[in-house]
């Protein structure tokens, strides 16, 4: 990958170096014309400079002709021979000059768009620091495999997907999640390749190979997409197979018909014909589409969110309604105690959080918080039983404590009444007396309510699909305001919702649980897969970190690119169309047809396509 970057690098200085040439010689050429008589000295350095920057054209166009392919390359040849046959050497010259400059913008601009993944390139370091037999070797990072342990200093670029296992420092992950404040890294943590070690000693233990990384992933998919196609950039290269071809056809007719139907001067209406045909070349046209999928697709990259194609940044402009999962997406995904009921709160807190101390769920883990933000000391169970699905059982100041739900109470002998189901309720006991009630909550994330609103504004209908119930599901839903909600579906269910809607749906999840809705939808958007291969290589779109604010970035980025595509095709075909019109009656010259046809066209699809990567989160 970086040797084809520096390859066409190489290729772009090159063909401006021939570019500037040819134009010293051309104006040369035309000065010495202008001010001297016209000599065959003057005329064959105005042939020279066509043949030095056309050399490739006329190779190409000749090559696809015998391949019996017409190409742009093509029209270019036939248009500059054509105008040094019948004595318009200037303006032939000025044809492949003014083309040739359209090309090196052209590959400018891919080489502008390109510039992320460049960047990501840069922070792929060569070697690696391991440890071996408590000793430091520098090493390659292709000879490393996982489990061997790398270190890390301060200021180091990261080079592996790895755990920390020894250390504590602040870690910058902003080239690769677009995450803009560094993310503390301790034991147990995860570090990623390309991210920057800002402040501490680490070691880390590898968990993948080199060329698995995500920051090696992420390369391969910001690549693959933008060698796929949307539909409107298929559209036109079918286009612009038999436009071509065509256009051809069409300026034959309008050198002869004039000609020997209506006795006009053939060597004017074969100029024309020549206006024509280089006017009518589809250069913009044919970038108008790629250039534009290219530059919105690097500059999401840059944001943390990887497209698949320019397929999808398409699909999302055409989409009506916004399906959000709850736990984990709408919601932090981790539960924390809402209430506690029962005449001494804080005994029935040291109760259960003592026996919680030996399970590992998401219940255990908030009644835990609780007890720690109360400041209570935590006693040693004993005679521990846990019995699952239902609750745990065990001895604390030689009382018998049990902490569960309904069905464990109802099997030690406390009949409850039948409960409304109103999210997760745990019961605790002191010998088979019940003292109290836990409930918990599941947070919505601060960053859900702005989401909502600025997706709202953008006229989406935004509904919510949840495995939770009614009651717990209806809060969330009305606290955002959402236009619907389903609870207590399962995977299947999901898919079956999605597949209902009627219009066009946007599936956002964490791209494993709900693999199978996020795969039906007609666009699937996974978050905060940063190191998950399952939601890499199945998501439509990944956001790498768990950033609401990109979902509405991602459509404001489509609708924006749609607009250009459809601003730098509505010009190029109407712009061409006038010139074509002010061409019959002789009011257009060669090197103003390619001047303002072809190279003033491209490079405004160019910078018109280039402001893309303006557009950023809200």
């Known amino acids: 990958m970086a040797h084809i970057h520096q390859h066409n690098n ?9 570019l500037f040439l ?3 010689l051309l104006i040369t050429g035309i000065l010495l014309n202008y001010l001297t008589e016209k000599t065959l000295l003057n005329d064959s350095i105005i042939i020279i400079s066509m043949l030095i920057s056309g050399y490739n054209i006329f190779l190409s166009g000749l090559k696809s002709l015998l391949r019996k392919h017409v190409t742009i390359n093509l029209l270019i040849t036939i248009a500059a021979i054509g105008a040094l046959l019948i004595g318009h050497l200037e303006e032939g010259a000025s044809v492949v000059v003014l083309y040739n400059l359209a090309e090196l913008l052209e590959d400018y601009a891919s080489d502008q768009t390109r510039k992320s993944i460049k960047a990501l390139l840069k922070l792929k370091p060569d070697v690696v620091k391991i440890l071996r037999d408590d000793r430091e070797i520098e090493t390659s990072i292709s000879d490393t495999v996982p489990g061997d342990l790398f270190i890390l200093k301060p200021g180091d670029r990261i080079p592996l997907d790895g755990k920390v296992i020894e250390g504590y420092s602040n870690v910058d992950q902003s080239a690769i999640t677009g995450e803009s404040l560094p993310i503390t890294k301790r034991i147990g943590n995860d570090v990623f390749a390309g991210s920057l070690n800002l402040d501490g000693y680490l070691v880390a233990r590898a968990t993948k190979m080199a060329y698995e990384s995500t920051l090696s992933r992420i390369l391969n998919l910001i690549e ?17 197979r038999w436009y071509t071809p065509t256009i051809i056809i069409l300026s034959i007719f309008f050198a002869i018909i004039p000609t020997f139907i209506l006795k006009l001067p053939l060597v004017d209406w074969v100029y024309r014909s020549l206006v024509m045909l280089v006017v009518a070349c589809p250069c913009a046209l044919a970038i108008s589409t790629p250039v534009a999928m290219v530059s919105a697709i690097t500059s999401a ?3 943390g969110v990887l497209v698949k ?3 999808y940044i398409e699909l999302i402009s055409k989409t009506k309604v916004v399906a959000f999962d709850k736990t984990g997406t709408l919601t932090d995904g981790k539960l924390s105690v809402k209430e506690v009921f029962g005449s001494n709160q804080e005994e029935i807190i040291s109760y259960a959080a003592s026996l919680e101390t030996r399970s590992e769920h998401q219940i255990a883990s908030a009644i835990i918080d609780k007890a720690k933000n109360l400041g209570i000391i935590l006693k040693e169970p004993t005679n521990f039983k846990s019995y699952p699905g239902k609750g745990v059982i065990g001895r604390i100041d030689e009382k018998t404590i049990c902490v569960g739900n309904q069905l464990l109470m109802n099997d030690i002998g406390i009949p409850l009444e039948l409960q409304q189901n109103n999210g997760t309720v745990v019961y605790v006991s002191k010998e088979n007396q019940l003292i109290g009630k836990i409930t918990f909550t599941d947070n919505i994330r601060d960053e859900a309510e702005p989401t909502i609103n600025a ?5 989406f209908k935004i509904v919510m699909l949840t495995g939770d119930n009614q009651i717990t599901a209806g809060n969330v839903a009305n606290n955002l305001e959402l236009d619907g909600y389903y609870a207590q579906l399962l995977p299947e269910e999901k898919v079956a919702v999605i597949k209902s809607i009627n219009d066009k749906v946007v599936m956002v999840g964490d791209g494993v649980n709900d693999a199978p809705a996020l795969a039906v939808a007609d666009v699937g958007i996974a978050m905060g897969v940063i190191g998950s291969d399952v939601a890499l290589e199945t998501a439509d779109i990944a956001l790498l970190e768990d950033k609401l604010d990109r979902i509405p970035y991602i459509i404001d980025l489509s609708n924006e690119t749609m607009t250009t595509i459809k601003q730098n095709i509505a010009l190029s075909i109407i712009l061409k169309f006038m010139i074509i019109m002010l061409t019959i009656p002789g009011w257009i010259s060669l090197w103003l047809a390619v001047g303002l046809g072809d190279m003033g066209l491209t490079l405004f699809v160019i910078i018109n396509s280039l402001k893309l990567s303006k557009i950023k989160p809200f």
């Open 309 to 311: 194609g320019g397929s």
């Open 455 to 459: 997706l709202k504004k953008r006229k």
């Open 10 to 18: 190489k290729n772009i200085f090159m063909n401006l170096r021939i």
């Open 22 to 24: 040819s134009i010293i």
């Open 301 to 303: 990259s840059r944001y």
């Open 224 to 240: 693959e997409a933008e060698e796929s196609k949307s539909p409107t950039e298929t559209f036109i290269d079918n286009f612009s």
